[in-house]
């Protein structure tokens, strides 16, 4: 018996231990822990019992340990103690998924063009802003920080910076890097941010862009920074450049790539505390200065939150850039016109029905559905990325190819009684169906060679996750052991 099995097998019985009810749970785990769900035998998501028990935290800790390169696993149980458990190492994830092309981004998502070393702009800093950046420089030190900072770097230092990095840093941030080496002392001058020395911020430059959820089954959507308009939609950009960190994981950047209300040489902030991308702060280095001289960032307001769980279309704010409702009400998508921001909608309850009849201004690239009946004939062209599901009656797709940017579809929630048509969808890359429909649209004939990640939907388990991964040219294999307890 190998490490593995030995492991599962504690783990199957401090799982039927805690069983009121026979069901499964669908695991994957990977180095950082496990993602679970159970269900009952019906497959419906379901509490089945009670597992307050440290047994059942060894036993799951004790698989992680063994666990290598990650596993996945269905474990079926019953009170009465028997347990059947079914393993793969060659299903990355359950839900399964697989990427068939690594190099395809969603929209927002393209990955940023490389800088090329070397840099054509090599003037001295701006003296005239060398000059500000030192009056401020200098009255801080006068009124907060008296022993000064160690002496800053020469204009070759940061010439020679700039052209490993392949571009001109903004003539503030230029001033400061003269005028100082660093802030390791954290006294505030661009408060909350800590300026790192010149070799870091090259260091930092050289390793991955800052980015956000990139992964092809990731939440997709880049909403506005606030102010709007002030930083590109995307989820990461060579343009920015980070120059300094804060006390909690978060950094600061200088933006040289704004969008069309900004201006270069913006700060934005990403990191740990940063719901999007990025963040924008203040509109420059000079600017970060200013705010330290007069009270520091203790007053600065956090943007809102542009997604908003709400009960009903009546509690979402004007700004709104995301909603998800908790309903069982009717939808009609007329009701959000006023919503003019609105990007992404879900409807994550089953509402009776949901209804886009009449062409829609609004902006949405994301919608998530759950109705026993759906109108979508107004969907507008952005929406890039569609979720359908709980429908009573089978209903045909086939307007869904007159959606131009549709780049990914999951179905597997959905009755559908025209599965073959999305072989003519010409945008499509990333598509989710349950077993069935991928049965139908496989044996129509179609091949998933244009597809960039499928996805297999439902609560399959690991045998069917293994069956359909060979389907698409994967080798795979199941293992399975029994016991009690």
């Not at 030190?141 to 700039?162: D, F, M």
């Not at 069309?260 to 991308?277: C, E, F, K």
């Amino acid at each position: 018996m190998t490490e593995i099995d030995e492991a599962l097998h504690r783990l199957g019985r401090a799982f039927t231990a805690g069983l009121r009810e026979p069901g499964y749970q669908l695991s994957t785990v990977h180095r950082h822990g496990v993602q679970s769900q159970t269900f009952t035998t019906a497959g419906e998501p379901s509490l089945l019992g009670r597992w307050l028990n440290k047994d059942l935290d060894d036993a799951t800790w004790g698989l992680t340990e063994v666990a290598g390169r990650g596993l996945v696993f269905e474990m079926i149980g019953d009170p009465d103690g028997t347990y059947t458990i079914h393993w793969s190492r060659d299903v990355p994830s359950l839900p399964a998924r697989i990427v068939l092309d690594e190099d395809f981004r969603l929209p927002g998502h393209e990955t940023p063009p490389a800088r090329e070393p070397g840099v054509p702009d090599t003037r001295v800093t701006d003296p005239a802003v060398l000059a500000e950046v030192e009056r401020l420089v200098g009255a801080f030190i006068s009124g907060h920080h008296p022993q000064g900072y160690a002496p800053g770097h020469t204009e070759e230092a940061i010439l020679a910076a700039e052209r490993v990095l392949g571009l001109r840093l903004p003539e503030d941030l230029r001033a400061l890097y003269r005028l100082i080496h660093d802030d390791y002392d954290e006294s505030g001058l661009l408060d909350p941010f800590v300026l790192v020395p010149l070799d870091q911020l090259v260091t930092w430059s050289r390793q991955d862009l800052p980015g956000y959820q990139d992964e092809l089954f990731d939440d997709a959507v880049i909403f506005d920074c606030v102010p709007a308009g002030h930083v590109r939609r995307t989820s990461a950009s060579s343009g920015w450049v980070t120059f300094a960190r804060d006390y909690g994981m978060n950094f600061a950047a200088v933006d040289l790539d704004p969008g069309p209300l900004g201006r270069s040489g913006q700060i934005v902030m990403h990191g740990r505390d940063v719901w999007a991308p990025v963040e924008y702060v203040i509109g420059s280095v000079t600017d970060l200065l200013r705010r330290a001289l007069t009270g520091g960032d203790k007053e600065r307001a956090s943007p809102p939150d542009p997604q908003v769980r709400a009960d009903s279309i009546a509690d979402l704010p004007p700004s709104v850039q995301g909603a998800k409702l908790r309903t069982d009400a009717p939808v009609d998508v007329a009701d959000l016109e006023p919503f003019t921001n609105l990007r992404s909608l879900g409807v994550r309850e089953k509402v009776p029905s949901f209804t886009m009849a009449s062409p829609t201004a609004l902006p949405l690239e994301h919608l998530h559905v759950e109705a026993a009946r759906w109108d979508l004939t107004g969907l507008p062209p952005t929406v890039f990325d569609l979720l359908l599901a709980g429908n009573d009656e089978p209903v045909p797709v086939a307007a869904l190819a007159a959606l131009p940017n549709l780049v990914r579809l999951d179905l597997s929630g959905a009755k559908v009684s025209d599965i073959p048509v999305l072989a003519t969808f010409p945008a499509l890359r990333v598509l989710t169906l349950d077993g069935r429909q991928w049965t139908e649209l496989l044996a129509a004939g179609w091949h998933p060679d244009r597809l960039a990640g499928a996805g297999l939907g439902g609560t399959a388990g690991v045998t069917d996750a293994v069956r359909w991964s060979r389907a698409f040219g994967r080798p795979a294999d199941v293992h399975t052991l029994t016991g009690s307890r």
